[in-house]
């Protein structure tokens, strides 16, 4: 028995990542293929959209057909094509390694669009929890800026979500919608898509400014500062926004245009992991472990600590309000009751889930929660008691988080497997 | 002209006076060295200067340049560099990633460079790779470098801090207790590593020191300090004879 489960784990081991996406693509084209009849005749009511949790959850009786389901579409087609096409891959994979190395990287990103885009046509809900879990991605990735990399602890993460949403929301509604807040549309609606990567940075200009008025204070010192005047702010967005007519107050602002599709969004969330991957890979970025560590030794070493703490926090608050924007355009609606405490638990829940100090780490908090948290949904209210559960567990087992202090290096990432040696 | 004078410098700690009227002199290349008991002052007299500390009075002028009040960062970046008694290393950071920090007021591809990845980052990441991977080489710990410093045996520690130190690239080092805690071997090897920063880089040193020996043999000049007061200042042989120092460090007995 060990020495099969050995047999499995070392034939895999030489799969590359390469190997496991054409697997993927074969699955989902599988259940384009054959997703209905063999829901149909499995007896389930229709295809299992989160691989069958949900259905699990609410009829129990249910639970073997859908195991067999995502047997059969799932897991067996990917861990066979990936097993079989690996030498095939390894060797695509080492051929694509002498080009330069965003050649495969685009490859890469090309074929697991591919497979989400598939994926998420078989259902309208598959693809608007895709779009809100790339977006969590991004914020939690930007709020581990601040929490992991630089070590502080801050709470104003909806806050800069809030005024990105606003800010870009306000930019589309009163430029190209026809809004009984904003009046006619200002230009034509052609040019829309392409002013709308405009509206984003714009967005996340605002939340860096409002950023600003955060930092400036509270970097002068280290310590509890921060989190509180940080808390603070989130509260004072909330009720700004609240007060505020002309973006319809607690009512809230709708009739976004439909531009934030998943191309856009996924494009964004690839921009946003690799600018952020870039910049705490380079010497500048690690400042900021220095800082976190000893920032003493770090100002001692000719590190502006003060510069590079308000430098972060600043980029960090730019896309949490990048993500609020295009959060603003998924839903096409926002109302000032989203940006409060709760999402602050979600987002920090993932960032300490996932890890800190972790681009890894970032991705697996948001993806896994945000998941997890509609997999539960037919568990209504004791969802709330099995997350936090999960949280604690992490806390206790792992206190930094399941990939805490794990560079994202690219370049392993997308390399050929060798057969490990004994 | 000396590399860095001090005048009159003093710091009060609420009511009380920690420093009091310093005044030191550094020549270019010359080393020095700063005894004196526990709790005399003499870390903070290193803090005064690194600007970790604002002097209440007195004036600090490096390189022609006066730096009293500057940020310690400003300050290191003229070629101020330290060491610290109690190490202060990075705890997350590998020794490579130590001494590539160190480097950070040299580095000039800004932010653009650090978010997109351009060429002249690559260029300029290298370049101080290499220096980082030279200066660990002369400490003899280049085969550590991707080691996180923390895991590292103590005597390691400090030669990453020395690296680190050095790749700041000082006029003038300051080092604070560089051999705390050190058996008589890693003694020995701590002042052979002195020896040759000091000849191979021409730096000057200024040294705070416990044990007298290893002050005696390394410095041109020491002088001795005793609540936040300079009461002697000599050559090693003067100051070891001086009837005050070998009261504040023996008792009065000693003399009789």
Redesign the interface.
Known sequence: MKQLKENIRSSFSRVPLLGWLFGALIAVWLEHLAGDPLAAALGLPKIPVLFGCVIMLKKPVLIPAAVIYVLLIYALPVAAVARLSASFANRLAARMLNLPIFFSVAIHLGLLYAVLHMWSEMSAYRVITLKLTLIAVMLTLSLNIINGYMGEFSCSHPGFMALGAYAASAFTVALFVEDKLFGQALLPSALGPFMFPLALIAGGMVAALGALAIAIPSFRTRGDYLAIISLAFMFIVKSMIENLEVVGGPRGLSSQPDWANLPTVFGWTVACVWIINNFVRSTLGKALNAVRDEETAANAMTVDTRRTKIIAFLFAAFWAGVAGGLFAHVLRYVNPATFGIQKLAEVLAMVYFGGLNSVYGSIVGAVSLSLLGEALRPLEILKWLIIPLLLILVMIFRPTGLVAFKEFNVKNLVKPRQRRKE | MPLLRVEKMSLDFGGLRAVNSYDLEIEPGQVRGLIGPNGAGKTTVFNLI?G?YRPTEGNIIFDGKKITGL???RI??FGL??T?QNL??????TVL?HV??????K?S?G?I?????TSG?RRE?AA?EDKAYSLLELMGIDHLADQVALNLPYGAQRRVEMA??L??EPKILFLDEPTAGMNPEELAQMMAIIRRIHAEFGLAILLIEHRLKMVMELCEIVQTLVFGEVIAEGTPDEIQNDPKVIEAYLGTEALH
């Open positions: 690194t970790v940020q310690p960062h290191a970046s560099g330290r610290f202060r290393l990075w705890r997350h950071m990633e590539k920090l160190a480097q950070y007021s580095i591809y932010l460079g650090a978010f997109f990845g980052r990441e101080i680190r130190a790749a700041t």
